[in-house]
C-alpha cells in the first residue's frame, strides 16, 4: 500500500519528532503515523492528528504534548483531531518497526499473515525476545486495543503483538 | 414548509438518527464496562473492556458529530448523560444484563454481526462525517466479532454445561435481533436523503450468517414467532433505569464533570 502523502513543516518535524507515544514511550507520534498535517503561518502551527482506535486514551495526551511542545518552542500551537483518512498500521514507518521491535512488541504483518496468525492457522508471528516463530495466541485483545497477546513456546515468554490494521 | 423549517426539521432527524446508532455503543459499552475486574479470566476481562473502549471511543465521534448538527448549546457529555431514559434510543438487545460470561458473549456476537452490516453500508452514506466514522469503525468492529464468534463456537462446541449455558443464552437474547431490522420515522427520513442506512436490508445477510455459525457451534437456531422491541422509540426494558443511573450519578452529582 502506498504511503499517504503527509505535510509536516520542516521547522515542526525536530519538536514533534520528540514527542513519545505516551503507551509506547519508544515510539515517537511521527514514526506512528498519526500526525497527518503540521503546518505553519508565522508563528501559529496547526497539526492534525487521527486516532488509532476510536477509543484510544492516548490521544488527548498526545494532543496535549503537541501543544505543549511547541509552545515551550515559541509556537502558537493548534491540534484538530481527524477521522478520514482512518489511521493504519502501514503508517507506522520502519523506524518505527525496529523500535517496536526492540521494545519487545513485535511489529504487525500484513494484512493476510495477521489473519492466519490471529485465526490460528499458521505460526508467523516472531518472538522480540528470541526471534522463533514457534508462538501462539493467547488473546486477540493485549494489554491496549492495539494489541494481541502472544506466548513464545520457545522461550515460554509472553509478549505483545501489535495488531494489523489497515 | 418554509425552507427553513425543512432544514430544521431535518436536523431534528438527523440527530434522532446518530441516537439510534451512537446510544447501541454507549450502553452496550457501559455493560462491558461493568465486567471491568469480573471476566471469567484476565483475557477475557480485558477484551471484553477493549471492545467496551472502543465502542465509548465511536460513541464520542457521533455525538461530537450530534452536537454539531445541533442548533442547541450541547456538548458531547451532556448527550451522553444528561438525556431521559426516554431520550435514549438504542434496541433493547443491548441493554440486557451481563447474566453469565454466555450471555455477555451472546449478546455481543448478536449485535457484532448486525454493527459490521451496518458500519460496511454506512461506507456509502452521502454524508462525509458518517463514513468517516464507519470506515474507522468497521476496523474495530471486525476484531470485535471475530471475538464474540470465536467464543460462540467454543462455549457452543464445548462442554455439556458451556453447550447449555450458550444454547440458554442464544434463546433468550433471540427476541431482541429482529428490532436491529425495523426503521423510525427518523430512519426513513434519513435513508430517503441517502444519508441513512436502510437496516431492514440487512436482515436476510445477518440471519444467514449468524445462523451458520451458530451451527458451527453445534447450537440450535431458535424458531421464534414473536419478537420484542420498543428501544428504538424510547421504550426500555426495566434495566434501562438501572444501567441509567449507574452511568448518569457522577454527571449528576458533579455537574459539568468532563470524561
Ligand atoms: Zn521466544
Same mark, same amino acid.
Given at each position: ?166 | ?8 426539521? %431535518? ?32 483475557? @477475557?476481562?480485558?477484551?471484553? @473492556? ?34 431521559? *431514559? ?34 460496511? &453500508? ?5 454524508? &462525509?462525517? %458518517? ?32 453447550? *447449555? ?10 427476541? %431482541?435481533?429482529? #428490532?436491529?431490522?425495523?426503521?423510525? #420515522?427518523?430512519? *426513513? ?14 436482515? *436476510? ?9 451458530? &451451527? #458451527?457451534? @453445534? ?18 426494558? &426495566? ?21
Amino acid at each position: 500500500m502506498a504511503q499517504e502523502k503527509v505535510h509536516i513543516e520542516k521547522e515542526l518535524e525536530p519538536i514533534l519528532r520528540e514527542i513519545p507515544d505516551p503507551e509506547i514511550p519508544v515510539l515517537s507520534i511521527l514514526d506512528l503515523g498519526v500526525v497527518r498535517e503540521a503546518s505553519l503561518d508565522g508563528k501559529k502551527a496547526s497539526v492534525k492528528i487521527t486516532p488509532t482506535y476510536s477509543g484510544c486514551p492516548a490521544m488527548d495526551v498526545i494532543g496535549d504534548d503537541i501543544v505543549t511542545a511547541l509552545t515551550q518552542a515559541g509556537y502558537e500551537a493548534q491540534v484538530d483531531l481527524i477521522l478520514a483518512p482512518a489511521w493504519s498500521t502501514d503508517w507506522i514507518t520502519p523506524v518505527g518497526r525496529k523500535a517496536l521491535e526492540d521494545y519487545g512488541i513485535a511489529p504487525p504483518m500484513d494484512a493476510s499473515a495477521d489473519k492466519r496468525a490471529l485465526l490460528g492457522e499458521e505460526k508467523l508471528v516472531k518472538c522480540p525476545q528470541c526471534g522463533s516463530t514457534n508462538t501462539h495466541l493467547v488473546s486477540q485483545f493485549g494489554s491496549t486495543a492495539c494489541k494481541a497477546l502472544f506466548k513464545c513456546d520457545d522461550c515460554q515468554e509472553p509478549f505483545d503483538y501489535f495488531k494489523c490494521l489497515i | 414548509m418554509s425552507s427553513k423549517q425543512e432544514d430544521s426539521r %431535518f436536523r431534528e432527524n438527523k440527530i434522532k438518527y446518530i441516537y439510534g446508532i451512537a446510544d447501541n455503543s454507549l450502553i452496550l459499552g457501559q455493560r462491558l464496562g461493568e465486567l471491568t475486574g469480573h471476566g471469567p479470566t484476565l483475557e @477475557t476481562d480485558i477484551a471484553l @473492556t477493549n471492545i467496551s473502549l472502543d465502542l465509548f471511543g465511536q460513541v464520542r465521534s457521533y455525538f461530537q458529530y450530534a452536537a454539531q448538527v445541533s442548533e442547541a448549546e450541547v456538548t458531547e457529555d451532556d448527550l451522553a448523560f444528561l438525556r431521559t *431514559e426516554r431520550e435514549y434510543l438504542n434496541v433493547l438487545l443491548v441493554e440486557q444484563p451481563n447474566t453469565d460470561f454466555a450471555y455477555s458473549i451472546g449478546r455481543q456476537f448478536l449485535f457484532d454481526h448486525f454493527h459490521f452490516l451496518l458500519m460496511t &453500508e454506512m461506507q456509502n452514506s452521502k454524508d &462525509e462525517t %458518517f463514513v468517516a466514522i464507519a470506515k474507522k469503525c468497521i476496523k474495530e468492529v471486525s476484531y470485535h466479532k471475530r471475538f464474540s464468534s470465536d467464543w460462540v463456537k467454543r462455549l457452543g462446541d464445548g462442554t455439556a454445561e458451556s453447550k *447449555e449455558k450458550m444454547q440458554t443464552a442464544i434463546d433468550d437474547l433471540w427476541r %431482541f435481533t429482529d #428490532e436491529l431490522f425495523q426503521t423510525t #420515522e427518523a430512519d *426513513e427520513a434519513m435513508i430517503e436523503a441517502g444519508v441513512g442506512v436502510d437496516v431492514k436490508a440487512l436482515k *436476510e445477510s445477518y440471519y444467514k450468517k449468524v445462523t451458520a455459525i451458530l &451451527e #458451527e457451534a @453445534t447450537l440450535e437456531v431458535p424458531e421464534l414467532k414473536y419478537f420484542q422491541k420498543g428501544g428504538k422509540k424510547g421504550i426500555h426494558t &426495566e434495566h434501562m433505569g438501572f444501567i441509567l443511573s449507574e452511568m448518569q450519578y457522577m454527571q449528576r452529582t458533579y455537574p459539568g464533570m468532563k470524561w
